[in-house]
């Protein structure tokens, strides 16, 4: 494209909240066969909350809250901040102080990529996580733990378990509702001739769901940072232009690994660096905008 249609189209973009970062953006923005969406806070609201509980020892639903929640007052990731709240409603109803929970003193605290949390309680140690996680510390689960895991992840929820001195007590089944424009945009693209592929560190059964409700046919679950950008490189390899979509620090080496990186402007700096064009207003239908621009800019030329 020419420094003026390039002038123009960023122009126009930027008039609708969609940053496109110079003439290279735009040129691959139209060559695009396939677009990567990032599961939790991309295709999903991100704002997770607590929909279910249950309790599997002899211990209270407060008692349990407050152990996973005092671990989780140490993490930034959603699915922390939505057992926090939780926690905090539990102790409202009961006429408690609003965060007792953080009275309980946490040490070695540690972050376990796509699995969970672990900590000392006092003398307790607590993990608050997936599956991974308990399979990562040796905790066995019973077939009734089992069976309460995959019953949520069948509803597109995230199931997260609580253990205490290495025994599965409770467990939170947590749901993120789509966003509303998400299944509008992924048969736009359909329509465009683009393949919609969902990318998620979450596990397989909640992320088919979630794909089954948004109409995306292509999912790669349980993927680290790193393997979403390897997963980039091997349809590229196939010869496939590209993009990417997210908003997580986790997403950044994929949108920069892609073709054309787009981040959701709500998203963080990190991803928002990483990538080629910012949709300030972070609506997923701006994805269609961007490729749109894009390809009416360049077929002018031609
Ligand atoms: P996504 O790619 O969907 O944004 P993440 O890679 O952040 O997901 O997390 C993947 C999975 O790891 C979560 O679905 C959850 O099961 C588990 N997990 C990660 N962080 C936490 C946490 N702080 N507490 C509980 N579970 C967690
Ligand atoms: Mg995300």
Not at 200 to 217: C, L, M, S
Not at 275 to 282: E, N, Q, T
Request: aromatic share 4%.
């Amino acid at each position: 494209a020419t420094p003026t249609a390039v002038m123009v189209a960023t122009g126009k973009g930027a008039s609708q909240g969609v940053l496109i970062k110079g003439g290279h953006a735009l040129e691959k923005a139209h060559k695009v066969k396939a677009t990567i969406f990032d599961k939790t806070g991309t295709l999903t609201v991100g704002k997770p909350s607590v929909v279910q509980t249950k309790i599997f020892s002899k211990i209270t639903l407060l008692e349990m809250c407050d152990f996973a929640a005092a671990a989780e007052a140490n993490s930034e990731h959603p699915l922390s901040r939505a057992i926090v709240d939780y926690a905090k409603a539990l102790h409202q109803q009961y006429g408690l102080s609003n965060n007792d929970f953080s009275t309980l003193e946490t040490k070695d605290f540690e972050v376990h990529t796509g699995a969970g949390v672990s900590t000392k309680i006092g003398t307790r140690s607590v993990l608050v996580g997936n599956k991974k996680l308990m399979h990562l510390f040796h905790i066995p689960i019973q077939h009734e733990i089992e069976e309460f895991v995959s019953d949520a992840e069948q509803l597109a929820r995230t199931c997260v378990l609580v253990a205490i001195d290495g025994k599965i007590c409770g467990a939170f089944a947590i749901s993120d509702p789509l966003k509303p424009e998400a299944g509008l945009v992924v048969s736009f693209l359909k329509e465009m001739g683009i393949l919609s592929i969902m990318v998620t560190g979450d596990n397989w059964a909640t992320a088919r769901a979630i794909a089954r409700e948004v109409g995306i046919e292509m999912v790669f679950a349980e993927i680290d940072p790193a393997g979403k950008a390897a997963k980039i490189k091997e349809l590229q390899k196939k010869g496939m232009s590209v993009a990417m979509v997210g908003d997580g620090i986790n997403d950044s080496p994929a949108l920069a690994a892609a073709d054309v990186g787009l981040a959701i402007g709500a998203g963080t700096d990190v991803a928002i660096e990483a990538a080629d064009i910012v949709l300030m207003r972070s609506n997923l239908g701006d994805v269609i905008t961007a490729i749109d621009l894009s390809r009416k800019t360049l077929d002018r030329i031609r």
